[in-house]
C-alpha cells in the first residue's frame, strides 16, 4: 500500500505544542462539527480549530489512495497552524489514515481518529440486529471490519450495512429536513426497520445532523448511536496523558475557528447557524489550498 506524503516534510518539524494551542479537528466538510460540538461541551475551556476540505467533500466515493493524500494534507495545514492534537472526524478519513498519520507525525503531534459506534449498539441491542449507516469507502476500511469480528460476530449480532452517497449533500447545503432528504431515508431506511434492526449507528459524521430528520421519520422504531461523545472523552483522556489539557478558564473568544477548502465559507455561514448551538461561538473562513 503506497505510503501519504504530507506537503510538507517533517524535516522541518513545528516546536512541541503547548496547553493554550487549540485543537485540530478535520472533516471533508462540515459534518465533523458535530464531532466538533461534542468536544467542546466534554472540554469547554478548549479552543478548537476546524477544517472542512470542502473543495473536495464528499470523500466517501473516491479511492483509497485520494482519501489518504487528501487526509494527510488537512492534517499538516492543521499541524502547521501549531494544534496540539489533531482529530480526524470523518469515518472515510479515518478508515484508511490513521496509521500512516500516526507513524509520520509520531508521540508529539497525537492523532485520534473515529470509528462508527457498533459495539455499544451490539451491546444494547435487543432484536440482535443492528444496522450501521455508513459510506462505501468506511466499510472497505479496516476499522469497522474489526469492530464487526471483534464484538458483532461473537454476540451473533446481525450487522446491516447501509450506504448512501447522496445524504451528506443535503447537510452540506442545509436541506436535512426537506422533503426530499426525508423521502431518501425512508427509502434506504425502511427495509433495515423491516429487518428488524432496533439500533441504527450512524457511521459519519454529517449523520447526527440527520437526527431530527430520522426521528421524524421512525419516531421509536430506532435508537440512533454516533461516535461523538467517545470521541471527546477520548481527546480529553489524550491531552491529559500528554499534559496538554488547558485548565484556566476561556475568555470570550471564539470556540470554533472553522477554515473551508472550497471558498464557500459566505454560502456556508447561513447553514452552520443552524448546525452549531448557540451556545457556542464560532466563525468562519476560506483559505488557499495548494
Not at 475557528?257 to 448557540?278: F, M, R, W
Amino acid at each position: 500500500m503506497t505510503a501519504i506524503h504530507p506537503i510538507y516534510p517533517l524535516i522541518d518539524p513545528m516546536p512541541k505544542a503547548q496547553s493554550h494551542a487549540p485543537i485540530g479537528i478535520f472533516d471533508s466538510g462540515i459534518g465533523g462539527l458535530s464531532v466538533a460540538q461534542d468536544i467542546a461541551r466534554y472540554l469547554p475551556k478548549e479552543r478548537i480549530l476546524y477544517y472542512a476540505d470542502t473543495a473536495h467533500v464528499p470523500y466517501g466515493p473516491r479511492d483509497d489512495q485520494n482519501i489518504r493524500e487528501l487526509t494527510a494534507q488537512a492534517i499538516e495545514w492543521l499541524y502547521r497552524q501549531g494544534c496540539k492534537v489533531a482529530v480526524v472526524a470523518c469515518n472515510t478519513a479515518s478508515a484508511f489514515s490513521l496509521d500512516y498519520l500516526r507513524d509520520y507525525y509520531g508521540e508529539d503531534f497525537p492523532i485520534i481518529g473515529l470509528v462508527p459506534a457498533l459495539k455499544p449498539a451490539v451491546l444494547q441491542t435487543k432484536s440482535k440486529t443492528v444496522a450501521v449507516l455508513a459510506t462505501p469507502a468506511t466499510f472497505r476500511g479496516k476499522l469497522i471490519q474489526d469492530v464487526m469480528q471483534r464484538f458483532a460476530l461473537p454476540a451473533h449480532v446481525n450487522v446491516i450495512p447501509v450506504t448512501c452517497l447522496d445524504l451528506v449533500p443535503f447537510v452540506e447545503s442545509g436541506t436535512q429536513m426537506s422533503t426530499a432528504c426525508l423521502a431518501m431515508l425512508k427509502e434506504i431506511l425502511q427495509p433495515v426497520v423491516d429487518q428488524g434492526a432496533d439500533y441504527l449507528v450512524l457511521g459519519c459524521t454529517h449523520y447526527p445532523f440527520l437526527k431530527p430528520a430520522i426521528e421524524s421519520i421512525f419516531s421509536q422504531k430506532l435508537t440512533l448511536i454516533d461516535s461523538g461523545v467517545p470521541v471527546a472523552r477520548q481527546t480529553a483522556r489524550i491531552l491529559i496523558k500528554n499534559e496538554l489539557l488547558f485548565e484556566q478558564d476561556q475568555n470570550d473568544g471564539v470556540r470554533i475557528e472553522c477554515h473551508v477548502s472550497g471558498n464557500n465559507a459566505e454560502n456556508l455561514k447561513t447553514v452552520l447557524q443552524y448546525l452549531i448551538q448557540d451556545d457556542l461561538t464560532w466563525n468562519i473562513r476560506n483559505i488557499a489550498v495548494e
